[in-house]
């Protein structure tokens, strides 16, 4: 028991710790926290509001959002195509108080056996992968560093076919800039993805192609079946 209890004050500490860093340092929780890896509340994780909180009316209050649209019409989503490239946001709007700075992070994993996608490519700018070697070895995208802007954006890819619904787990923070992690506000979201078909273009075979007459002159014909 006290083996047990030693083991969750050093859990606490390093989360402590890690969120302080976090935020101070700019850095995506990921990175700074290798050991503990992923702040998104998905399974097996834990959740950024146990350190930052879900702050106050009278400090900072946040909500969070994921998005997933298809790149070629920009619009949102509910199910994906197997191998497809999308465009995914995070949006981290104000509830109350007046944030300084916006960080997040965000895993997708398979709702069958919550095993990671690992679809992250190309971030946009302010937003970086770390796929960890350790723990769960699970892949993120992060901040790079604290962003004036409350919005995030990379592309993600698809799993392959037949692999079932997705889910994207997100914690995103909004904060004063004081260095430390009181007086922030946390907020956690999830989206799920239902796996689609993968679309086949419609392909018309012709049975029979006739030219007519044999001998061109100033005109041909032809025929189609």
């Known amino acids: 028991q006290n083996l047990m209890k030693i083991k969750y004050l050093h859990l606490l500490f390093l989360l402590l710790l890690g969120s302080t860093l976090w935020m101070s340092n700019n850095f995506g929780f990921a990175t700074m926290n290798p ?47 197997p191998g497809r490239v999308y465009k995914v946001r995070v949006t981290i709007s104000k509830v109350s108080g007046t944030p300084a700075a916006y960080g997040f992070q965000m895993v997708s994993l398979l709702d069958n056996g919550d ?5 992250w490519i190309y971030p946009s700018s302010g937003v970086k992968i770390v796929e960890l070697t350790s723990g769960l070895k699970r892949m993120y995208v992060e901040q790079t560093k604290k962003n004036t802007n409350n919005f995030f954006e990379t592309k993600w890819q698809a799993p392959k076919a037949n692999n079932g619904s997705v889910t994207f787990y997100a914690c995103g923070n909004g904060v004063n800039g004081n260095s430390l992690n009181t007086g ?22 012709i049975n029979q192609f006739n030219i007519f007459p044999t001998i061109i002159n100033d005109v041909i014909n032809y025929n189609i079946d």
């Open 35 to 81: 050991a503990i890896g992923g702040a998104t509340f998905a399974p097996n994780e834990v959740s950024c509001q146990t350190c930052h909180t879900a702050g106050s009316a009278s400090t900072i209050q946040t909500s969070t959002k994921i998005e997933v649209f298809d790149t070629v019409t920009n619009k949102t989503v509910t199910s994906y195509e």
């Open 184 to 205: 922030d506000g946390a907020s956690i979201t999830n989206l799920k993805l239902t796996e689609g078909k993968v679309a086949n273009e419609d392909i018309n075979y």
């Open 115 to 119: 095993v990671d996608v690992k679809g």
